[in-house]
C-alpha cells in the first residue's frame, strides 16, 4: 500500500483529507512527495507564522530538547518564567496575570473556567458564526454549527448556559441593514440578548476580534467599544480568543488593539509557537487570576512546558527582531489592495475582507447563488492543484463561501503576487 491508503486504512479522518502526501517544508512553500511546490497561503490553520523549516527555531529545540523537556506544572522552569513575563510585555496593558495551555481549545476552555469561577456562575454569551474550539465548552461557545452541535448523539456533550447573538458580520447582515445606515443594529441586539437572558448574571461574552473560521468577519468601526460598555454595565467578563488573530497575524501583535480595546481574558494560542510544537497562552486581569490561584481547576500534562516555552520565547524574539507585525501589516495591505483588483475583474467576487495577513474574499454564483458552493469547492480545488494552499469556509446552511487566507508573517510581496495570479488564473478555469 501506498502512503495514502495506509493513512486511509488506519487513521480515523475526522477532517477533510486531501490526497497529498507532504514531505519538507521551506519558507513558504511545503514540498510533495513529487517534489511538487505549494505556496503555503493558508499557514496550516494560522499557525506557522515563520514559516517552514526556521533554522533558527530547530536550533532552540534542538537545544532545550537537550537540556530539559518533561516538567509539569507543578514545578517552576526558567523557560516557562521567562515567557510568562514576556507574554505580560506584549499583551494590552492590564493583563498581568497567564496561564499556558496546550491547544487553544483547552485555553479557551481555561477562559471559560475563569470567567464562571470568578463571576460566580452565569450564562456565557458568544456569536454565531464564531469559532472557538472542539472541546465541550469551546464548542458550546461556537456559534458555526459544527458536528457536534448537529449531531444529535453526541450534541449532548455540550455544557448548558451558553448564548449565541447575531454577528457583526456586515455582508450578510441577519436584520438585512446596511452598513451606512444600520445604528450598528447587532450591538443593539446583544443588549437585548445580555438582558434577557439574565442581566447581571452574565459571566463574560467571548468572540474573536475578527472571525476568521466563519469567513474572516470584520466587525464595523465601534461595536467592540459598545460590546466592552455592554460588558462594563452588566458586569460580565469580556473575552477575546486570538488563537488566530494573535501573534501579529493582522498587522499588530493583537487585534484588540486596533479599536483600542482592552479584554478581561485574552487567549492566544497556534501562532503562539510559529506551529513547531503545540502551545497556548491565557492572559487575564491580576484579579482575575489570582482568584484561581486558591484552586485546581485546570491543568494538562503537558501544559508549561519547557519546550513550549522556549519555543514561544524565540519565535517572538524573532519576530520582533525582524520586524514581522509590522510585513504583516503593509504585506497584508498589499495583499488587500491585489485582491480588490481582482474583484473588480470577477463579478463572482463580491467581497473582500481582513487585516494584516488575514485576508477573505466572498464569492456568489453568477446566476444570482444557486451555484457559489460549487463554485467555491472547484476554485479551492484549481488553486491547490495549481501549487497554492488556502482555506475554504463554505456551508449551506451559513449562506457563506468564503476563501481564507492567513500565511506566515514572513510573506512578501513577491509571495502575494504569485499566490493572486495562481487565483487569478484558477479563476479563469473554473467560470
Known amino acids: 500500500m501506498n502512503i495514502i491508503e495506509r493513512d486511509k486504512k488506519y487513521l480515523i479522518q475526522c477532517?477533510?483529507?486531501?490526497?497529498?502526501?507532504?514531505?519538507?517544508?521551506?519558507?513558504?512553500?511545503?514540498?510533495?512527495?513529487?517534489?511538487?511546490?505549494?505556496?503555503?497561503?493558508?499557514?496550516?490553520?494560522?499557525?506557522?507564522?515563520?514559516?517552514?523549516?526556521?533554522e533558527e527555531m530547530i536550533d532552540t529545540l534542538t537545544a532545550q530538547l537537550k537540556k530539559l523537556v518533561s516538567v509539569t506544572s507543578m514545578y517552576v522552569t526558567e523557560e516557562r518564567a521567562r515567557l510568562a513575563e514576556k507574554m505580560i510585555e506584549i499583551t494590552p496593558e492590564g493583563l498581568d496575570k497567564v496561564m499556558f495551555g496546550c491547544t487553544g481549545s483547552d485555553a479557551n476552555e481555561f477562559a471559560l473556567k475563569l470567567a464562571k469561577f470568578y463571576r460566580g456562575g452565569g450564562r456565557i454569551i458568544s456569536f454565531r458564526r464564531g469559532f472557538h474550539g472542539s472541546t465541550a465548552g469551546a464548542a458550546a461557545a461556537t456559534g458555526k454549527s459544527e458536528m457536534i452541535q448537529e449531531n444529535s448523539g453526541i450534541s449532548e456533550l455540550l455544557p448548558r448556559g451558553f448564548v449565541h447573538s447575531a454577528p457583526p458580520y456586515c455582508y450578510h447582515?441577519?436584520?438585512?441593514?446596511?452598513?451606512?445606515?444600520?445604528?450598528?443594529?447587532?450591538?443593539?441586539?446583544?443588549?437585548?440578548?445580555?438582558?434577557?437572558?439574565?442581566?447581571?448574571?452574565?459571566?463574560?461574552?467571548?468572540?474573536?476580534?475578527?472571525?476568521?473560521?466563519?469567513?474572516?468577519?470584520?466587525?464595523?468601526?465601534?461595536?467592540?467599544?459598545?460590546?466592552?460598555?455592554?460588558?462594563?454595565?452588566?458586569?460580565?467578563?469580556?473575552?477575546?480568543?486570538?488563537?488566530?488573530?494573535?501573534?501579529?497575524?493582522?498587522?499588530?501583535?493583537?487585534?484588540?488593539?486596533?479599536?483600542?480595546?482592552?479584554?478581561?481574558?485574552?487567549?492566544?494560542?497556534?501562532?503562539?509557537?510559529?506551529?513547531?510544537?503545540?502551545?497556548?497562552?491565557?492572559?487575564?486581569?491580576?484579579?482575575?487570576?489570582?482568584?484561581?490561584?486558591?484552586?485546581?481547576?485546570?491543568?494538562?500534562?503537558h501544559s508549561c512546558y519547557p519546550l513550549m516555552a522556549a519555543a514561544a520565547y524565540k519565535n517572538i524574539e524573532i519576530i520582533e527582531r525582524e520586524g514581522l507585525v509590522e510585513n504583516s501589516r503593509q504585506t497584508g495591505d498589499y495583499l488587500h489592495e491585489k485582491l480588490l483588483g481582482l474583484q473588480e475583474k470577477y463579478e463572482v467576487i463580491r467581497d473582500v475582507r481582513g487585516r494584516g495577513l488575514l485576508q477573505g474574499f466572498e464569492l456568489e454564483g453568477i446566476d444570482g447563488g444557486a451555484d457559489?458552493?460549487?463554485?467555491?469547492?472547484?476554485?479551492?480545488?484549481?488553486?491547490?492543484?495549481?501549487?497554492?494552499?488556502?482555506?475554504?469556509?463554505?456551508?449551506?446552511?451559513?449562506?457563506?463561501?468564503?476563501?481564507?487566507?492567513?500565511?506566515?508573517?514572513?510573506?512578501?510581496?513577491?509571495?502575494?503576487?504569485?499566490?493572486?495570479?495562481i487565483i487569478d488564473r484558477s479563476m479563469t478555469e473554473c467560470i
Open 173 to 301: 447582515c441577519d436584520f438585512g441593514k446596511k452598513p451606512c445606515s444600520c445604528g450598528l443594529q447587532c450591538l443593539k441586539y446583544l443588549e437585548q440578548t445580555m438582558l434577557h437572558e439574565g442581566g447581571d448574571r452574565i459571566a463574560a461574552v467571548i468572540s474573536e476580534p475578527i472571525f476568521a473560521a466563519g469567513g474572516v468577519i470584520v466587525p464595523p468601526p465601534g461595536f467592540w467599544k459598545g460590546v466592552r460598555e455592554l460588558c462594563d454595565k452588566f458586569g460580565a467578563l469580556l473575552i477575546f480568543d486570538e488563537v488566530v488573530t494573535g501573534i501579529g497575524q493582522t498587522g499588530t501583535m493583537f487585534a484588540a488593539r486596533y479599536e483600542g480595546v482592552t479584554p478581561d481574558i485574552l487567549v492566544t494560542g497556534k501562532a503562539l509557537t510559529s506551529g513547531y510544537v503545540p502551545g497556548s497562552a491565557v492572559m487575564c486581569r491580576r484579579e482575575i487570576g489570582e482568584a484561581m490561584d486558591r484552586i485546581s481547576l485546570h491543568g494538562h500534562t
Open 15 to 54: 477532517y477533510t483529507s486531501d490526497e497529498i502526501v507532504f514531505q519538507r517544508g521551506e519558507g513558504m512553500y511545503l514540498y510533495d512527495d513529487q517534489g511538487k511546490p505549494y505556496l503555503d497561503f493558508s499557514g496550516q490553520f494560522s499557525a506557522c507564522s515563520l514559516g517552514h523549516g526556521n
Open 372 to 421: 457559489k458552493y460549487k463554485l467555491g469547492q472547484k476554485l479551492y480545488e484549481t488553486m491547490l492543484r495549481n501549487g497554492l494552499i488556502t482555506e475554504l469556509e463554505s456551508r449551506r446552511n451559513l449562506e457563506n463561501v468564503v476563501i481564507v487566507m492567513h500565511p506566515a508573517l514572513i510573506t512578501s510581496r513577491e509571495d502575494v503576487d504569485t499566490a493572486v495570479d
